[in-house]
């Protein structure tokens, strides 16, 4: 089965303030597909990053970066130096090699204080 | 560029009534997916199409739902005799489909509401 867990409901953090958004996967299957998607209140989800199974290299792009480690099935999300316009829900999601189905975790909200 | 489209964007009906949700994916994007989001819930897979292959249907929670796709391109999502739970916002994405570029660009949603 597969199944993506955000355990951080809301986060609030003040302006300037790095914040860690944590994702836990499970799957059985070897090669499969990480994500993390944007929903800013306008609703309009923005895809942000994808990451495969066997890359377990850690990205970073400006202030945002991704840390992905198969030994804890953990791919968060770290922001830095949060800004305002970072307030958002952010899903994390999980799609394997076999089936079309992308499973997504059920969402953190975060609130950039200014 | 143009990006996913959808429409209407907001739909108030009463139960039992039937209703027709439209997606215009991304041109060229070969994979579409439908989705349903509840307040304050993740995004729950319904159906996905890919290409003229038969569609992935395992989302669907009744056979109230359908959905088709003309010519590869336009999607529309029925819901018949609606129900005061199918109230959410429907999404739908494209993706180019291709094995290692699964990326899905999404559409604004449609806010159902029924009465």
């Known amino acids: 089965a597969q199944k993506v867990t955000q355990a951080q409901t809301e986060i609030s953090v003040v302006e300037k303030e790095d914040v860690t958004l944590d994702c836990v996967y499970e799957?059985?299957?070897?090669?499969?597909?990480l994500f993390w998607y944007k929903q800013p209140p306008s609703g309009e989800l923005v895809f942000l990053i994808r990451?495969?199974?066997?890359?377990?290299q850690n990205e970073i792009s400006g202030r945002y970066s991704w840390n992905f480690q198969k030994s804890t099935s953990s791919f968060n999300f770290t922001i830095t130096a949060s800004q305002v316009v970072d307030s958002a829900v952010y899903f994390c999601?999980?799609?394997?090699?076999?089936?079309?189905?992308?499973?997504f975790g059920t969402g953190t909200s975060l609130t950039v204080i200014p | 560029g143009a990006g996913v489209s959808q429409s209407p964007s907001n739909k108030v009906t009463e139960k039992g009534k039937d209703v027709e949700l439209r997606c215009d994916p991304i041109?060229?994007?070969?994979?579409l997916y439908w989705y349903r989001q509840s307040l304050g819930q993740g995004l729950e897979f319904l159906i996905y199409?890919?290409?003229?292959?038969?569609?992935?249907k395992s989302g669907l929670p009744s056979d109230r739902f359908s959905a088709e796709r003309t010519g590869g391109s336009v999607s529309t999502l029925t819901i018949q005799r609606t129900q005061q739970e199918d109230s959410a916002v429907y999404l739908c994405?494209?993706?180019?489909?291709?094995?290692?570029?699964?990326?899905?660009?999404f559409g604004p949603g449609t806010r159902l509401t029924v009465t």
């Open positions: 994405a494209s993706s180019p489909g291709q094995p290692w570029d699964y990326e899905q660009y």
């Open positions: 799957t059985r299957d070897t090669t499969y597909y």
């Open positions: 990451r495969n199974s066997f890359d377990e």
């Open positions: 999601a999980l799609r394997a090699n076999t089936g079309n189905q992308f499973y």
């Open positions: 041109s060229g994007h070969t994979a």
């Open positions: 199409f890919q290409g003229n292959s038969a569609p992935d």
